[in-house]
């Protein structure tokens, strides 16, 4: 998409979004914009499904309930961004920058966060329902209350995480680093752990079924 045609559908959206009488909602499904520098961009509520973000340059970028169901942000920088309740449905987040975005309450169900950088980000009350982690950085994250039942953990880094009350029922988390996370409350049952990394875990209260 041209750069004069973006900024001005950014700039009816803010118009939108501040008074729904003028501007207009950004509709940008299935558009191309990989590559595309939306540092900063200011896009609440806007329509971004199946969107190619390829490569995209998001930091701290303002999507939050946003559609992104089915876009491709793979390699994507959103590094602080905000993205609240946004719909991730099936998102390709591979290698994606997410460190220090705030997803609390975001439904990231089926998302492909394979080797996503994820450290320091927001994730309470989450929908991670059958995402793909496998080798994601969770370093610091916060997860209170995420759900995680199905997901693929293999590999990830938890270390110092915080999945107070998460639920984490059936989900893989082999070879998984947990050193020093707190699962106090949280939900293992039928959770693969072969190979994980414990150490200094807060485990009290956690439930685990084998």
């Known amino acids: 998409m041209e750069k004069a045609k973006l900024e001005k559908i950014l700039e009816l959206h803010a118009m939108w979004f501040r008074d729904p009488r003028i501007g207009k909602r950004a509709n940008l499904e299935c558009e191309d914009l990989s590559g595309a520098?939306?540092?900063?961009?200011?896009?609440?509520?806007?329509?971004?499904?199946?969107?190619?973000?390829?490569?995209?340059?998001?930091?701290?970028?303002?999507?939050?309930?946003?559609?992104?169901?089915?876009?491709?942000?793979?390699?994507?920088?959103?590094?602080?961004?905000?993205?609240?309740?946004?719909?991730?449905?099936?998102?390709?987040?591979?290698?994606?920058?997410?460190?220090?975005?705030?997803?609390?309450?975001?439904?990231?169900?089926?998302?492909?966060l394979t080797d996503a950088i994820i450290e320091l980000a927001t994730l309470d009350g989450a929908n991670l329902k059958g995402a793909n982690l496998k080798g994601a950085n969770l370093w610091y994250s916060n997860l209170v209350g995420a759900d995680l039942s199905g997901a693929n953990l293999s590999g990830a880094n938890l270390s110092r995480a915080n999945l107070k009350g998460a639920n984490l029922g059936y989900a893989n988390l082999d070879g998984a680093n947990l050193k020093g996370a707190n699962l106090k409350g949280a939900n293992l049952g039928y959770a693969n752990l072969t190979g994980a990394d414990l150490t200094d875990a807060i485990m009290l209260e956690s439930e685990k079924t084998l």
């Open 37 to 112: 520098n939306l540092r900063g961009a200011y896009l609440p509520d806007a329509d971004l499904r199946s969107a190619n973000l390829r490569g995209a340059d998001l930091p701290d970028a303002d999507l939050r309930s946003a559609d992104l169901r089915g876009a491709d942000l793979s390699g994507a920088d959103l590094t602080g961004a905000k993205l609240m309740l946004a719909s991730l449905t099936g998102a390709n987040l591979t290698g994606a920058n997410l460190k220090g975005a705030n997803l609390r309450g975001a439904d990231l169900t089926d998302a492909d």
